[in-house]
């Protein structure tokens, strides 16, 4: 129940971050981590995931929403990972809100994926070492087609970042609310931004 709740929410948000202007949303909906889990929760989670996208997947392409997955697709179950990539491609070509779900995903496996792939584009010869710059490093991360989060929204009043977008939120406001996932609606999204946009950004300067 706590799971369909948190699934809730996450409508919630992305209904909510459309109408606030919110260019990109990203939801940690399941990390590496979390394989560690029972399998019988793993495997509601990821049946909960299925049943969202055939309930939800024509609203989503109506909404003119553009779908988006970071994280290890590769390992997931068969079926979920033919839904995501059908979704994906279906609105690869609408221009509204970005709803990035990272799945299966962690912030240091990201940065080893993108250390392994730099690593073979020197070997073949493709880049040299003295190429690799912060620039050209973000081009390898999952994240390469999306902008870095402005605010990290972090519920449950925790106060860790648990591995997520660990390059990506250099820079990032980060927001912390008691509120549990489940229980995180629209209005504690509207709460979060308008807190953002009264703190003064510098970016370390």
Same mark, same amino acid.
């Given at each position: ?80 990972? %033919?839904?995501?990539? #059908? @979704?994906? /491609? ?6 509204? =809100?970005?709803?990035?779900?990272? $799945? ?26 003295? %190429?690799?710059?912060? #620039? @050209?490093? /973000? ?6 087609? =999306?902008?870095?989060?402005?605010? $990290? ?53």
């Amino acid at each position: 129940m706590g799971h369909r709740a948190g699934v809730k929410s996450a409508q919630e948000a992305m209904e909510a971050a459309g109408d606030l202007g919110v260019k990109v949303l990203t939801l940690y909906t399941f990390s590496t981590e979390n394989w560690k889990r029972p399998k019988a929760e793993v495997g509601a989670l990821f049946g909960l995931l299925q049943e969202y996208i055939d309930r939800e997947g024509d609203k989503i392409k109506k909404n003119n929403i553009r779908f988006s997955v970071i994280g290890r697709m590769e390992e997931l179950p068969p079926a979920v990972k %033919d839904r995501l990539q #059908k @979704l994906i /491609s279906e609105t690869r070509g609408n221009t509204g =809100l970005i709803v990035n779900l990272a $799945l299966n995903y962690g912030g240091r496996p990201e940065i080893i994926d993108a250390v392994r792939a730099i690593s073979a584009d020197v070997k073949t010869g493709k880049l040299g070492p003295e %190429d690799v710059d912060e #620039k @050209l490093f /973000s081009k390898y991360l999952y994240t390469k087609d =999306l902008p870095d989060p402005d605010l $990290l929204i972090r519920t449950s009043g925790e106060y860790r970042i648990s591995n997520f977008l660990l390059w990506q939120i250099s820079y990032s406001e980060i927001y912390v609310t008691k509120k549990l996932w489940p229980d995180f609606r629209r209005e504690d999204l509207r709460k979060a931004i308008d807190e953002y946009r009264d703190r003064d950004r510098r970016f370390g300067g």
